[in-house]
């Protein structure tokens, strides 16, 4: 049954199964409902105290009741609804139907709506304010809408991708457009936008274009490709018209040039692109190999050495304020010199195992200079659960394992992401070091060595894992990440511009400002462990024993994430550390899941046994997942020649404060 019903007697209901919102969407449907009124009715089921629980259309109630506050309307406001009864297993179905039947519009669909508003009179900055969305989102479906035909009626059609449409925009020649529509209609290989908008874009191509070195001019004209030539041109300035059968032949020559590279580095695939780095959408869903750098021979090593011999001596004169100044020009050009020499020697690329090359791939690119380029980064488009990687890890004593203690790389990854987050919570709760560590890492950017490793992606975007959709399931570093996170004071972002949201926030108490800056720290740190390789970040360790953490305390071994993923004799080895012999013997002889459930249940503390095992057990942890004591970590001094503790650098930092 429809019926009209006041705004104040409408509560949103438990039951919508929507939980979640896009902030930016919710301004866009309230400045939507103020411009046009509620164009589809709520959906409510009659509740306690004469009020009606609304099941589907809680975003809208939301942005009515947000309208309200504002003053825009009143709050008896008459609201459309669809009043329904029923079991409340069917009320929920309802409120799914009602979220999930919907289809978004289409970009075309889109795009000759505004126009049609617009030629009706309004302007761009109309729609927006209207419609709740920027001028220039706006702008950008208007000049779909002039695009050629022929391409317009693709994107409707779902002929080609909104990518695509906006790459044949990037000109406003239609007749360009609808040409190179055509030209790509018998391409045989994969188009891209990058394809597209090369294309629009060149209406002729010089000769010194990468793809026209790449093919040579004799393999271009011998295809009945065009040259148009003035008279002063030479080979590099000349124009080539053919553009399609450039790209053609370009693409043949990549393709021709990958199968090379993939038998040459014996790879199990090699990927062209005419682009000269590789793009985003290119590795999207493929996984990212380990590999370490070549390492150096003996006379490289030498040669290092003794480059930086060299520079040591060059660099005394720059610093020398006697020096004259023929000097240190002569000084300057010298230090350029043996910077680049060794940079050539550091510069090693990566290795990968031969084991991994069976599943390994890599992108060709087209240099600058028309050149095909294998870029050193090799990935695989399976998951990496076998014994791919070697990572030594840490004992106790600070000895290195034997490579024969590996652990499999999956397991490596989901340990480090779990790990983690047990530094992430202890950071996110101090937010004076958070601070500390945030503008050290902003500063010391300035001059960091891109090649070395970096203990978190700080400019405020979250650090993804090497796991992809991995969660650490009833995790208590995890579990207090989200709590704390939910406990987040979000009251400015109800300001509707950054200027008024970014006012609110200023406005928030000390604490409250504390807790976001610990916040946006702690969800950048990247995934660790204390070991060596690739998982290793130094400087983790560092902020693990300024925090005093114990792992222990924040993650307990399970079948599930250790001992099932483990050889049986490191799950021995852990029971040897807890309880010596005697309860190794005792489980020696079980099968490899048999003895994964009991220690579990033993480093759990759920067994019966004495109170010094106990206590070890709950103490115990693998060795790459402990933080280093402070005792562990030695940090340089303000001379640069002397380790302090992290009671001294305390106290130093007391004394520069």
């Known amino acids: ?63 009515l009741q947000a309208l309200a506050e504002e003053g825009t309307l009143p709050e008896s406001h008459e609201v459309t609804c669809l009043v329904i009864e029923g079991e409340e297993s069917d009320v929920r179905e309802a409120s799914l139907a009602e979220n999930f039947q919907r289809l978004a519009m289409n970009p075309a669909d889109e795009a000759q709506a505004f126009a049609s508003i617009i030629d009706a009179g309004a302007t761009t900055e109309d729609v927006a304010r209207r419609f709740g969305l920027t001028v220039r989102f706006v702008e950008g479906r208007l000049r779909l809408a002039s695009l050629a035909p ?25 007749e360009r457009q609808a040409h190179v529509y055509a030209e790509l209609q018998d391409a045989w290989y994969q188009i891209t936008p990058d394809t597209i908008r090369r294309m629009v874009l060149d209406a002729t191509v010089r000769g010194s274009d990468p793809r026209a070195v790449l093919v040579g001019r004799d393999a271009y004209i011998a295809a009945g490709g065009r040259i148009e030539r003035e008279l002063f041109d030479d080979d590099a300035s000349e124009s080539w018209i053919d553009i399609a059968l450039l790209e053609n032949l370009a693409h043949k020559a990549m393709d021709e040039a990958a199968e090379k590279a993939a038998l040459e580095y014996g790879l199990a695939w090699v990927r062209p692109t005419l682009g000269n780095y590789v793009s985003h959408d290119l590795v999207e869903g493929l996984g990212r190999l380990p590999c370490e750098p070549a390492p150096m021979t003996e006379q490289e090593a030498q040669e290092l050495g003794e480059l930086e011999a060299d520079y040591d001596r060059v660099a005394a004169v720059l610093e020398d304020e006697d020096s004259a100044e023929d000097e240190v020009a002569k000084a300057e050009q010298e230090l350029v010199v043996i910077d680049r020499a060794m940079r050539a020697l550091n510069d090693r690329p990566p290795v990968l195992a031969d084991e991994l090359k069976q599943e390994a791939g890599a992108f060709l690119v087209l240099s600058r200079n028309g050149e095909p380029t294998l870029v050193p980064q090799f990935y695989t488009e399976t998951e990496v659960v076998a014994d791919e990687g070697v990572v030594e890890t840490i004992e106790e004593s600070g000895a290195v394992k034997t490579k024969g203690s590996a652990l499999s790389q999956r397991l490596l990854d989901e340990l480090a992401m779990q790990r983690r987050d047990i530094l992430a919570i202890h950071l996110a709760n101090d937010p004076a070091l958070a601070l500390d560590f945030m503008v050290f890492t902003l500063a010391d950017a300035d001059g960091h060595d891109w090649r070395a490793k970096k203990a978190s992606t700080l400019v405020g975007s979250v650090a993804s894992g090497p796991v992809t959709g991995f969660e650490a399931k009833d995790a208590p570093a995890s579990a207090a990440l989200a709590e704390f996170a939910v406990s987040l004071d979000e009251s400015w972002r109800a300001g509707e511009s950054d200027v008024e949201r970014f006012a609110r926030f200023r406005a928030l108490s000390d604490e409250a400002r504390s807790a976001w800056l610990g916040h946006v720290v702690s969800r950048t740190l990247v995934a660790s462990l204390a070991c060596e390789g690739e998982r290793s970040v130094p400087l983790h360790e560092a902020l693990g024993s300024l925090l005093e953490i114990e792992a222990a305390h924040w993650w307990r071994p399970t079948a599930n994430n250790y001992f099932d993923r483990v050889a049986k004799a490191r799950t021995l080895e852990a029971l040897d550390a807890a309880g010596g012999p005697e309860l190794v013997s005792r489980y020696a002889a079980s099968k490899k899941a048999e003895l994964a459930s009991a220690a579990e249940r033993i480093f759990s503390g759920n067994f019966i046994g004495e109170a010094d095992i106990k206590e070890r057990a709950l103490a115990w942890v693998p060795s790459i997942m402990r933080f280093a004591s402070a005792e562990e970590v030695q940090l340089t001094g303000p001379e640069g020649d002397e380790a302090v503790n992290a009671e001294e650098a305390d106290e130093i930092a007391e004394q520069a404060a």
């Open 1 to 63: 049954m429809i019926q009209s019903i006041p705004l104040k007697k409408l509560v949103p209901s438990p039951r919508n199964v929507r939980k979640s919102s896009d902030v930016l969407a919710d301004l866009q449907l309230r400045a939507d409902i103020a411009a046009r009124g509620l164009l589809q009715n709520l959906v409510v089921r009659k509740g306690k105290r004469g009020k009606f629980e609304v099941e589907a259309g809680g975003r809208r109630l939301a942005a």
């Open 150 to 174: 022929c391409v317009f009626e693709a994107l409707a059609e779902g002929a080609i991708t909104l990518d695509m449409a906006k790459a044949y925009g990037a000109i406003s020649d239609v």
